[in-house]
């Protein structure tokens, strides 16, 4: 797989991210008509002010998490809650918008913040909380959702949030490479999972973002789980297998770096080289992943990138599997969040994919997968970014290992 375009200097500048990005939100909101924004959910807060969600239980980090104001005149974003430390920001003391009375206090302060945009204003807003809804905040206001404001400025990625996805899935991408020397006969996942967090540890990351997946295939889709679309069932519930020799292992795997996110896949063998059907499928996904980065340019529709990689992979009847799951996507993008803008190949069906084309600062993560009953298959992730005249890959590159590239 070989980039269109060489690979920029990826290295950050955080005070140019935080800029960029809060100048490519207020143009955004002038865009949309929008007077105000107002956002709780964590990635939104972090692209608006640069404070990052805790690494913490999800049941803490709702009832103490951080928001966001965004004002269309403002210079600088409104922090309630959060840590302003070293933030370009006007902090505000924490509020609970998840109980009435911190939601009614929430109300009071966004009345003072927000001045006449909160009676009769345009307002974006991503979560409303139930003892939002009951204490009436922004009740006066016209409320406009505010993800599409987030989709729209999330979706083309600045030089900096390519170097932060650049540093976050090469530091991954060390840090696998110490779990599959670890993957012997007879270890068990959480001690996988283990010396993964370890090394994510001395890489410089304090979290990863999904528990970490690494599932022993059936080689049957018979002799997995049932799906209700009678596809294959991936992932599935973690466990703690032990591996044994000759299980075929998918891994999926994702941390961040600045709080934007990796995502590590690959298909590993246990204690022997793969059959010569295991290589097959390896040298297909091969063949689906090289028809599909030809396709990927600026200007080209979605449609293009799934069809050169579905053409790829003959012969398949009209209405026959794509080489990928169906559940699941081609490309989905990657930022702040693990899945984000673009979609491609998705239940959102061809019409979604002839209407939409790709544009620089696009991050695409490609994972198509191929099967065959009885053999097992094969599934593994890249990410690239679309360039001016082409793509780049980020990470730098992990090995196929033990499949082997043909030469």
């Not at 012997?184 to 967090?197: D, K, N, T």
């Not at 979609?343 to 695409?364: I, W």
Request: proline share 8%; aromatic share 6%.
């Amino acid at each position: 797989m070989t980039a269109a375009t060489a690979a920029p200097a990826l290295e950050l500048d955080v005070g140019r991210l935080r800029r960029e990005r809060y100048a490519k939100l207020q143009a955004q909101m002038a865009a949309d008509g929008l007077d105000a924004l107002v956002l709780l959910h964590g990635p939104h807060v972090a692209y608006a002010t640069d404070c990052l969600p805790e690494a913490v239980d999800v049941t803490h980090a709702s009832a103490t998490r951080p928001i966001a104001v965004v004002l269309a005149d403002h210079p600088q974003p409104c922090l309630l809650g959060g840590d302003p430390d070293g933030l370009d920001v006007d902090p505000h003391p924490t509020v609970w918008p998840e109980i009435d009375e911190g939601a009614a206090d929430l109300g009071t302060r966004l009345q003072s913040i927000l001045g006449r945009r909160a009676r009769g204003g345009r307002v974006g807003i991503d979560l409303m909380t139930g003892a939002m809804r009951r204490t009436g905040v922004l009740s006066a206001a016209e409320i406009a959702d505010a993800a599409n404001t987030m989709a729209a400025v999330k979706l083309h990625k600045t030089i900096d949030e390519l170097a932060c996805i650049h540093q976050a899935q090469a530091r991954t991408n060390r840090a696998m490479a110490t779990v599959a020397e670890a993957l012997v006969p007879g270890v068990r996942r959480s001690e996988l999972a283990a010396v993964f967090l370890r090394r994510l540890r001395e890489e410089g990351i304090d979290a990863n973002m999904i528990d970490v997946i690494f599932q022993p295939m059936a080689r049957r889709m018979a002799d997995g789980p049932r799906t209700t679309t009678g596809h294959l069932a991936f992932p599935t519930w973690s466990g703690d297998p032990v591996y044994a020799e000759g299980d075929l292992v998918w891994v999926d795997a994702g941390s961040d770096y600045h709080g934007y996110a990796s995502d590590f896949g690959r298909t590993w063998v246990v204690g022997r080289p793969p059959t010569p059907g295991e290589q097959r499928c390896f040298e297909r996904w091969l063949a689906v992943m090289d028809a599909a980065c030809t396709a990927i340019a600026p200007g080209a529709a979605f449609a293009e990138v799934c069809a050169a990689a579905a053409d790829a992979d003959p012969p398949r009847p009209p209405d026959g599997d794509r080489p990928w799951m169906p559940h699941f996507y081609l490309v989905h993008g990657v930022g702040l969040e693990s899945a984000e803008m673009p979609f491609l190949g998705t239940d959102n069906g061809p019409e979604f994919d002839a209407a939409h084309t790709l544009a620089p600062g696009m991050v695409m993560v490609l994972e198509p997968a191929i099967w065959e009953d009885g053999t097992g298959g094969y599934r593994a992730e890249e990410i690239v970014a679309v360039t001016e005249d082409g793509w780049i890959p980020l990470g730098g590159g992990h090995p196929y290992d033990p499949f082997e590239v043909p030469t």
